[in-house]
């Protein structure tokens, strides 16, 4: 049985903050910590190689880096780095990113995203696992070979829509979401993995869900708090129709976080009752939870602590 585990995204202010902060994590029990890359903004992995020199146990994971602007050997350099410094505990997450961000941002063209990540986690896994690689395919050609192996690297990939979950199903260790309701991840998300690891006649790998959390006892501050938090993903057009395709047509029309959605996707409450949110991921099958906390209330500090200390304690129960 894989082993259920909670961790948390560590991003926000400098660098010195994100490494103090997985340091904290650290200390008060939360067992893996993430990061995010996008656009110019601070990169995860090179934040990850001073965290891991600071630290000795906590998990380290990109959720995600995306695969555009980093050639998938560049990748491996730096991954090389990571699990010598922190062996065991470095897990790879890479992803297309979105069509604005990268069009806007760098220029690419946002092409075949599928068939990108698909010949990304092809040319990672095969360098990273076997050591070398010799690959030609439509976005990428990689020709190299590592001076040794470390097949014991997850390398995952974000998923969002069936043809993504199916991808990491056949090619990758496991699927990171990002505010997928639940239903939609059981019912439409994991038989698009299934399918995907029968079709390469592997086993099924890891579902992992990144899920905002905001322990809180007003639902009227935890719905202005997420909307002014969790950014505008009804807008974008994928993460729209996921919406949809999971029953909430609203994203589609309007284009803004509802009431429902915010309540499909962001687990709030009470201790006890984001405890049995999480608990009901872990009973059908998710693997591993991030959580970006949400604060709410006048005093964000003491929210923010609220959740982690509620985090680790569930941590600590699993």
């Known amino acids: 049985m894989a082993v259920k585990t909670i961790g948390v995204a560590a991003m926000g202010g400098d660098s010195k903050a994100v490494i103090q902060r997985i340091e904290d994590f650290e200390k008060i029990g939360i067992p893996a910590a993430w990061l995010t890359t996008g656009g110019a903004g601070l990169d995860g992995l090179t934040l990850f190689g001073a965290a891991a020199v600071n630290t000795t146990d906590i998990k380290l994971g990109t959720c995600i880096t995306p695969t555009w602007p980093r050639h998938p050997i560049t990748t491996v350099q730096q991954v090389q780095v990571l699990e010598g410094l922190a062996p065991g505990r470095f897990r790879l997450g890479v992803g297309p ?27 990672v896994t095969k360098l990273l696992k076997d050591g070398s690689v010799e690959f030609d395919g439509d976005h990428y050609h990689a020709h190299a070979s590592i001076a040794e192996a470390m097949p014991n690297v997850p390398v995952m990939a974000s998923a969002l829509r069936p043809g993504s ?39 099924v790998p890891a579902m992992v869900v990144h899920t905002p959390v905001c322990v809180h006892d007003d639902p009227t501050e935890v719905y202005f708090s997420a909307r002014e938090q969790l950014g505008n993903y009804p807008r974008l057009p994928f993460y729209a129709k996921m919406f949809a395709a ?16 915010i309540n499909a996707v962001v687990f709030s409450g009470t201790e006890r009752q984001v405890e049995d949110r999480i608990r009901s991921l872990f009973d059908w099958g998710v693997s591993e939870i991030i959580v970006t906390v949400v604060t709410a209330g006048s005093d964000r500090s003491k929210s923010t602590q609220r959740t982690l200390e509620t985090l680790a304690g569930i941590a600590s129960r699993l």
């Open 165 to 203: 979950f199916r991808t990491c199903g056949e090619l990758a260790d496991g699927a990171i979401s990002w505010v997928c309701p639940e239903e939609y991840l059981r019912d439409v998300a994991m038989p698009a993995m299934e399918e995907g690891a029968k079709l390469a006649n592997r086993t």
């Open 246 to 261: 999971a029953g909430y047509p609203e994203a589609l029309d309007n284009q803004q976080w509802s009431d429902r959605m």
């Open 97 to 123: 990113s979105h069509r604005p961000s990268i069009e806007q941002t760098y220029g690419f063209d946002f092409r075949t995203p599928l068939t990108n990540l698909r010949e990304y986690l092809q040319i």
